[in-house]
T-cell receptor, first 118, second 116 residues
Framework: AQSVTQLDSHVSVSEGTPVLLRCNYSSSYSPSLFWYVQHPNKGLQLLLKYTSAATLVKGINGFEAEFKKSETSFHLTKPSAHMSDAAEYFCVVSVRAVGSGNTGKLIFGQGTTLQVKP | DSGVTQTPKHLITATGQRVTLRCSPR?????VYWYQQSLDQGLQFLIQ???????AKGNILERFSAQQFPDLHSELNLSSLELGDSALYFC???????????????FGPGTRLLVL
């Protein structure tokens, strides 16, 4: 079975400093992994996704994530935080059923709340 | 704006009642997904429809049902509502069946349901 674990429920950084949001995954197959962001009272927006091409994935708003199979990790980073980055971030894996390809089912981590201090 | 629309934005109702949540997918998308976000359970997949047919099912309660209509919009019906059903319900859509590797799901703004 596939699963994701977000290692921090809350991360606080100062504006202009680097951001690191950690995610570990569990999957018997090569997974499809995503990071989504949810701003207060808004829907979920895709930041980036990994689909077994390049292991370093670049997303929107300066975010990127690196797929590390040996560490089963898919951490999200950004070199310099901006106040507008304050939001909740979800690491997500796409479910793959035995004997078939990926399904439409997404499994979400518990989320990491990013606080950006001025 | 993702292109996925959901109505209503907010819904307040009483225990035992029935409500219907509506979702219109992005133009051209064939799949619709429903998710529930609550404080204790987080974000959970409920059900997926692809081109009018049920495609995948998650931890959806028997009191809940969904359908996708010929124009591809979808409705999620919640009946015999309980206090614990209070949550944010998201709809998402994707181009195909969800089986393509890395197929992106685009999320609507959600319907916030409060059961009193």
């Amino acid at each position: 079975a596939q699963s994701v674990t977000q290692l921090d429920s809350h991360v606080s950084v100062s504006e202009g400093t680097p951001v690191l949001l950690r995610c570990n995954y569990s999957s018997s197959y090569s997974p499809s992994l995503f990071w989504y962001v949810q701003h207060p009272n808004k829907g979920l927006q895709l930041l980036l996704k990994y689909t077994s091409a390049a292991t370093l994935v670049k997303g929107i708003n300066g975010f990127e994530a690196e797929f590390k199979k040996s560490e089963t990790s898919f951490h999200l980073t950004k070199p310099s935080a901006h106040m507008s980055d304050a939001a909740e971030y979800f690491c997500v894996v796409s479910v793959r059923a035995v004997g078939s390809g990926n399904t439409g089912k997404l499994i979400f981590g518990q989320g990491t709340t990013l606080q950006v201090k001025p | 704006d993702s292109g996925v629309t959901q109505t209503p934005k907010h819904l307040i109702t009483a225990t035992g009642q029935r409500v219907t949540l509506r979702c219109s997918p992005r133009s051209g998308d064939l799949s619709v997904y429903w998710y529930q976000q609550s404080l204790d359970q987080g974000l959970q997949f409920l059900i997926q429809y692809y081109n009018g047919e049920e495609r995948a099912k998650g931890n959806i309660l028997e009191r809940f049902s969904a359908q996708q209509f010929p124009d591809l919009h979808s409705e999620l019906n919640l009946s015999s509502l309980e206090l614990g059903d209070s949550a944010l319900y998201f709809c998402a859509s994707s181009v195909l069946s969800g089986g393509q590797r890395g197929e992106t799901q685009y999320f609507g703004p959600g319907t916030r349901l409060l059961v009193l």
